[in-house]
């Protein structure tokens, strides 16, 4: 039976889950839920001064958010912890140990250092491919310090002890750590240990070209819920971020993207971030929920933004479904609907008042309204209102349209006819047009 996969996304937790390290771990997730393997969430917290509980927290909260679970780590099970660095002391000093026995650190100043291989290192990157690394001169490759004077034990000690310890068998990281590889496969091979396999992914950069960094749009993760963004749109953006299907499709549920993951697809160059892409993604993913997944996703930003939603509510989300890129954008999208009356957007108002048949028009069909049977199918009163007076139905859908919403665009006028009910549909009208004579 061959070994089974192993993936872990390690961060340090100095600040917020960022695109970058979501992507990181997104990627060894794919690959492990893809190949019927583990993902283990092991945090390198040996920063004190930097690691705030804050910010392991908005790992865990950023993860679980993004649908990330992993098999072992803060709060799941596994036989390799504990899963923070902080907590793993006796095992990096056992660890050293070996490393004393053999002969391959001596004391420096307090601190110990690691006698390279005075050899070339060659590594081949899954997605790299080979990197060499020359360490034959020891003036440009100098002996690293693995543990320093106060006892303490450096990133590429531990990080390769953990590796080892948690029996990962592929590294999938950021192409920041390409270069340290190297010094890992050094120490690696004086642990008498294998390697894992590596994927360095390719850096993100801002839509200009410069490097991504924390503080950019759309770099925290936690900004993505409360614009109103759909975690599987995120998903979906993020893994196309350095990753590519091998047709031009970019619209994955997160099943699929499971099933056509591969090494092979990531990207040589660097992803480009490009917000108005994330914002049309999302836009596929909300048009892609039936309407009532729809409503209830929305419904937290309604009540967010103050406003109570009626038991018509499922039906004016849904008359909103097709108008919004983010659930955010509900609130101000259905507004209209649940206030007295309506206010004027001043543009519409103005492009109204330039319309001089609209009064009359619009005094009219809310008599034909009147007069209707019942409220099935307000828009024969519509046509038949033009055509009595001698235009065209299109002439009057604007004017009802602004007398109805406020707005010049909106949802389609049926549904708000359907929704607004005759009494209400006809006030608007009604005070439409007093606004508009006394104007
Ligand atoms: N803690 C390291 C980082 O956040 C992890 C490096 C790795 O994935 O090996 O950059």
Not at 36 to 52: C, H, M, P, S, Y
Request: hydrophobic letters at 40%.
């Amino acid at each position: 039976m061959p070994t089974p996969v192993r993936t872990r996304f390690a961060p340090s937790p100095t600040g917020y889950l960022h695109v970058g390290g979501a992507r990181t771990a997104l990627f060894s997730w794919l690959f492990a839920r893809k190949n019927g393997g583990q993902f283990i969430l092991r945090v390198e917290d040996t920063d004190e001064a930097r690691n705030t509980e804050e910010a392991r927290n908005a790992i865990f909260s950023g993860l679980r958010w993004l649908g990330l679970d992993w098999d072992e780590g803060h709060e799941a099970d596994g036989d390799c912890g504990p899963y923070f660095q902080s907590e793993r002391q006796d095992i990096y000093t056992r660890w050293f140990q070996k490393l004393q026995d053999t002969g391959r650190v001596y004391e420096d100043d307090g601190a110990w250092r690691f006698r390279f291989e005075r050899k070339p290192i060659t590594m081949h990157d899954l997605v790299c491919g080979e990197v060499t690394i020359d360490y034959t001169d020891a003036s440009n490759t100098p002996d690293m310090v693995v543990r320093r004077s106060d006892g303490s034990f450096v990133f590429h000690f531990v990080n390769v002890v953990d590796d080892l310890e948690m029996k990962m068998t592929h590294v999938i990281r950021g192409e920041d750590h390409l270069m340290n590889t190297p010094k890992h496969l050094q120490l690696i091979e004086a642990l008498g240990e294998t390697p894992p396999a590596y994927a360095h992914i390719p850096l993100i950069m801002n839509a200009d070209g410069s490097k991504m960094s924390k503080r950019d749009k759309g770099a925290a993760v936690h900004e993505y819920p409360e614009r109103g963004f759909l975690p599987a749109a995120v998903v979906n953006f993020i893994a196309l971020l350095g990753w590519s299907p091998k047709d031009d499709s970019e619209l994955f549920p997160l099943s699929e993207l499971i099933d056509r993951f591969s090494l092979e697809g990531i990207n040589r160059s660097p992803s480009r971030f490009d917000w108005d892409k994330s914002m049309w993604l999302n836009q596929q993913h909300l048009l892609k929920l039936t309407p009532q997944a729809f409503a209830e996703a929305a419904l937290p930003y309604v009540r967010s933004a103050g406003l109570d939603p009626t038991d018509q509510f499922p039906a004016i989300a849904a008359s909103v479904q097709e108008k919004v890129q983010l659930l955010a954008e509900v609130p101000e999208a259905i507004r209209f609907y649940l206030r007295e009356g309506v206010e004027f957007d001043p543009a519409a108002l103005e492009k109204l008042a330039g319309n001089e048949s609209a009064p009359t028009l619009l005094a009219s069909l809310a008599t034909s309204f009147r007069a209707l049977p019942d409220w099935s199918s307000p828009k024969d009163a519509i046509a038949a209102t033009a055509t009595a007076a001698g235009a065209k139905p299109g002439q009057l859908m604007f004017p009802l349209r602004v007398a109805l919403s406020g707005k010049t665009g909106g949802p389609d006028l049926d549904a708000i006819l359907t929704i607004l009910g005759r009494d209400e549909s006809i006030r608007r009208i009604e005070q439409t047009v007093s606004t508009l004579q006394n104007a």
